[in-house]
């Protein structure tokens, strides 16, 4: 199973009244900008009750190659320390290693408490390269932002603004809210939706993506059982969320997340047949979305 999936879409509406060879060219323009390489990962709030390396083995047995990373997961048995900056360069040298055994990396990473100092930010995007990550997803201070902002520059690492509920986030829980917070700053700044929370506070997600639009950075995907503040985790494609629908927005947005995020928050002792659920579902909608080229 493969972790980095293939979508092309052609369109061909514009290709009427051209001649043969110019609509060859059309087509062929039309695939490249809408081609996309779509990368699964499991986001790591559903493994967060085993450690960073036994989520590591567990992401090799799912088929994937990818991990949301989480500051405040324990590293290993042996290493009884968090999943953060502070940890000494022999331990991240034994999680480097780690994750080169099993074919993992850690394109996402959520960091629960990004610094407000210049020696804080230095920290947490040194450790940010040393380990390839792409995007810091986090719900920073607002104040704290324009210096964020900077060591996205500096650093070229993207920050996404995550959302739980209106009360957990109450700068970022909405899509017109988080947006506020995006509007003029460079595009490293941007958003990182959990689709499960837009649920359960009323946000349709697939609304939500589409004001959003190319402010999303990397994606935390749920499917719901119900439409309600109790709403949990089922397997996607089983549930109310609208999964498919997801993806034919993003790939209408023409939207390259960092990671596609699976994060199965429920059953979170053993969890891993339903992530293989939604492994399989989201292969059948991008087989199906392969289908309408």
């Not at 699964?40 to 960073?52: A, D, K």
């Not at 990671?259 to 991008?286: H, T, V, W």
Request: charged share 25%; proline share 5%; with cysteine.
């Amino acid at each position: 199973m493969k972790s980095v999936l293939w979508i092309s879409l052609l369109i061909c509406s514009t290709c009427a009244g051209l001649d043969a060879q110019t609509q060859v060219a059309a087509k062929k323009s039309a695939s490249q900008t809408l081609s996309s390489e779509w990368q699964l990962g499991v986001s790591g709030w559903g493994l967060h009750r085993f450690t960073l390396f036994e989520a590591i083995e567990k992401v090799q047995a799912l088929g994937l190659s990818a991990y949301d990373g989480l500051s405040f997961q324990k590293v290993s048995s042996e290493i009884s320390k968090h999943f953060d900056a502070s940890l000494p360069p022999e331990d991240l040298e034994r999680i480097i290693a780690k994750l080169a055994q099993h074919g993992v990396t850690i394109p996402v990473f959520y960091y629960a408490k990004m610094p407000q100092d210049e020696a804080g930010c230095r920290k947490v995007f040194d450790f940010g390269r040393r380990l390839g990550i792409k995007t810091f997803v986090s719900e920073p201070a607002v104040e704290s932002l324009d210096l964020l902002e900077e060591f996205c520059e500096r650093y070229e690492i993207n920050l996404a603004l995550h959302n739980h509920g209106p009360k957990q986030s109450p700068h970022y829980w909405s899509p017109s809210k988080v947006l506020e917070h995006c509007r003029g700053r460079s595009r490293r700044i941007g958003v990182c939706p959990d689709t499960g929370y837009w649920i359960r506070a009323g946000v349709d997600p697939v609304k939500g993506i589409r004001q959003i639009g190319d402010r999303l950075i990397t994606i935390q995907l749920h499917d719901l059982n119900e439409k309600s503040p109790a709403g949990h985790d089922v397997p996607w494609g089983r549930g109310i969320g609208e999964v498919d629908q997801v993806f034919s927005e993003l790939l209408r947005l023409q939207l390259d997340p960092t990671l596609i995020g699976l994060e199965y928050s429920y059953d979170f002792e053993d969890n891993l047949p339903e992530m293989r659920s939604s492994i399989a579902y989201f292969k059948q909608c991008i087989e199906k979305m392969r289908k309408t080229e």
